[in-house]
């Protein structure tokens, strides 16, 4: 399976945008592309996927380089409450497991 | 309401005194998984079960059993816990391997002393 790569940390204004990158540079076709957050200590929390395609949907907006080498989550207008570690997984169905890795802690400030 | 629960919460236990920790879902769902989670290690998957008596090894399975009888419940048996288990740990369930999203429970702190 393809491993994530991903900064420590990162600071966003309220109220502004954030772009958390991930690096998967040796992700294979038929692997895609999942981001979850975890919020203190509680358990995970599922929030976008994709394959190729760039997605949105209520929570965030995910785009995927054109040779899926990388991507980028996007929330649009962050919040105090998106304050979280956030991670980039990368999943391929034949193996039935996932990486979670270490994730991006984000701080959101006011 | 849609969950998964674990109980206990959280445990203090010491070395080699068997544990379970139980982990319920209430949502029919086919895929169970448990993980640990360790400062700079991020979660780390300890099993994974496809369906009810399947069952199979994640990234750090050594230490741990688990077991699925049922398919609401999938126990994770610490036989003989050791220091270096001390851990968050997490359940997990989802439809079935291919759907995309993964409920969690709300963890179980783990200290073996």
């Known amino acids: 399976d393809a491993k994530t790569t991903q900064p420590p940390s990162m600071d966003c204004a309220e109220g502004r945008a954030a772009n958390l990158p991930c690096n998967h540079s040796?992700?294979?076709?038929?692997?895609?592309v999942y981001w979850y957050r975890q919020i203190h200590s509680q358990g995970p929390q599922y929030i976008i996927h994709g394959l190729k395609n760039n997605e949105t949907n209520e929570m965030a907006s995910l785009i995927i380089t054109e040779d899926r080498k990388s991507s980028t989550l996007i929330l649009p207008h962050a919040t105090l409450r998106d304050t979280a570690v956030y991670y980039c997984i990368v999943i391929n169905y034949n193996f039935n497991k996932f990486y979670f890795g270490s994730g991006t802690k984000l701080n959101v400030k006011p | 309401e849609a969950q998964v629960t674990q109980n206990p919460r959280y445990l203090i236990t010491v070395t080699g005194k068997k544990l379970t920790v139980t982990c319920s879902q209430n949502?029919?769902?086919?895929?169970m998984s448990w993980y640990r989670q360790d400062p700079g290690l991020g979660l780390r998957q300890i099993y994974y079960?496809?369906?009810?008596?399947?069952?199979d090894k994640g990234d750090v399975p050594e230490g741990y059993k688990v077991s699925r009888k049922e398919k609401r419940n999938f126990p994770l048996i610490l036989e003989s816990p050791s220091p270096n288990q001390t851990s968050l740990y997490f359940c997990?369930?989802?439809?079935?391997?291919?759907?995309?999203?993964?409920?969690f429970g709300p963890g179980t702190r783990l200290t073996v002393t």
């Open positions: 040796t992700i294979s076709g038929n692997e895609y």
């Open positions: 997990a369930s989802s439809l079935d391997l291919y759907s995309y999203e993964q409920y």
């Open positions: 949502m029919n769902h086919e895929y």
């Open positions: 079960s496809m369906n009810v008596e399947v069952t």
